[in-house]
């Protein structure tokens, strides 16, 4: 079972910019299909941006598209959310989720991610 852990979450002016890590404690991710999810205050989770196992092809929420990127480095067993032209409406608690499957596409279907990791607070504002 992975343990993942997030990290570089913060507080940040509208327009800014923030990259959020991703590890795991004890296995490597360079194997699994990882997904970013966040979850607002009074809100639902959601899926953010996602990489599947096998491939780079990458996919995100529309309310995303364009100002965030998801990466992995494999050499450092980390994956990465870069968020960029942030919104005050991008104010959540940022998950990364873990999927074991060998997928060359991924999704943001909940039941897909057996692993998640507690989350880092990203607050937007002026």
């Known amino acids: 079972q992975l343990q993942l852990v997030e990290s570089g979450g913060g507080l940040v002016q509208p327009g800014g910019s923030l990259r959020l890590s991703c590890a795991a404690s004890?296995?490597?991710?360079?194997?699994?299909?990882i997904g970013w999810f966040r979850q607002a205050p009074g809100k639902e989770r959601e899926g953010v941006a996602c990489?599947?196992?096998?491939?780079?092809?990458?996919n995100y929420a529309d309310s995303v598209k364009g100002r965030f990127a998801i990466s992995r480095d494999n050499t450092k067993k980390m994956v990465y959310l870069q968020m960029n032209s942030l919104k005050p409406e991008d104010t959540a608690v940022y998950y990364c989720?873990?999927?074991?499957?060998?997928?060359?596409?991924?999704?943001?279907?909940?039941?897909?991610?057996?692993?998640w990791g507690q989350g880092t607070q990203v607050t937007v504002s002026s």
């Open positions: 004890r296995l490597s991710l360079n194997y699994y299909g």
């Open positions: 990489i599947p196992s096998h491939s780079d092809r990458t």
């Open positions: 989720a873990a999927d074991p499957a060998v997928r060359v596409m991924c999704t943001f279907a909940f039941s897909r991610y057996e692993d």
